[in-house]
């Protein structure tokens, strides 16, 4: 058994495509030899966002703390503490902040998910300036 | 992508051997057809607790709110908000609520966990007031 805070797990910026302030930590994954599944906590920075992408294997999302929507396809749905997310394989999705605090939230994502085919969704003009 | 808040999700009682004052959410699962794996609430009143017991497959905790222990084996640990606990395969494990708020807490775990074997272990004498 593992017991530790959130804290105490290193926190990394995401770098991928399509990402803006945005870090992510690996709260239990591969080094508790997780048999199944990953747990990740991202905070987005006022402004921020996670890329806009999809990919065949899913999310399950709680949202901890912060405001913010998450892109449903081309579709915006509210998000706020408490709320959760189950993104389905293949669904458009982006998570933003736009509120005034750190918006953190929980995403969890299968084992099978690693080496897997991400496809970043342009954004028609808001990546512009 | 289904978006909803948790206090939404129905609440039932864990009707368990070995659990009081506890209660669950299924919050995503079965019903949205989660690929791999669940994402339970667990919210145990003041005093209350899960069984003690232990079965071959793994929990993915976060602790939301309120204070505890974690027993791991014949160890009491501490929990408090914004915890995370890795209860590998096999380890013999209770939450229990030390505090006099609710303590709350995601559990996830593995759709291969359905219909697997769970051992109760006894609570010498915990349980005899």
Redesign the interface.
């Known amino acids: ?7 105490q ?1 290193p926190s990394n910026d995401v770098t991928m495509e399509g990402a803006a302030g945005c870090r992510v930590r690996w ?2 994954g591969e080094g ?6 990953a ?1 990740r906590e991202f905070e987005v920075a006022p402004g921020g966002h996670t890329p806009k992408h999809f990919h065949d ?2 999310h ?1 999302v ?1 949202v ?1 703390a912060g405001k913010g929507i ?1 892109i ?2 081309d579709k915006e ?1 509210p ?2 503490q ?8 293949n ?1 458009v ?1 982006q998570f933003r902040n736009t509120g005034s605090e750190p918006m953190r939230f ?1 995403c ?1 994502i ?1 084992n ?1 998910a690693t080496g897997r085919a991400v496809t970043v969704v342009p954004e028609c003009g808001l990546e512009s300036s």
């Open positions: 058994m593992r017991v530790q805070n959130h804290t797990v709260l239990i508790d030899k997780a048999p199944n599944f747990m294997y899913e399950e709680f901890l998450v449903d396809g749905r998000l706020a408490g709320d959760i997310v189950f993104v389905a394989p669904d999705h929980l969890l299968p099978s």
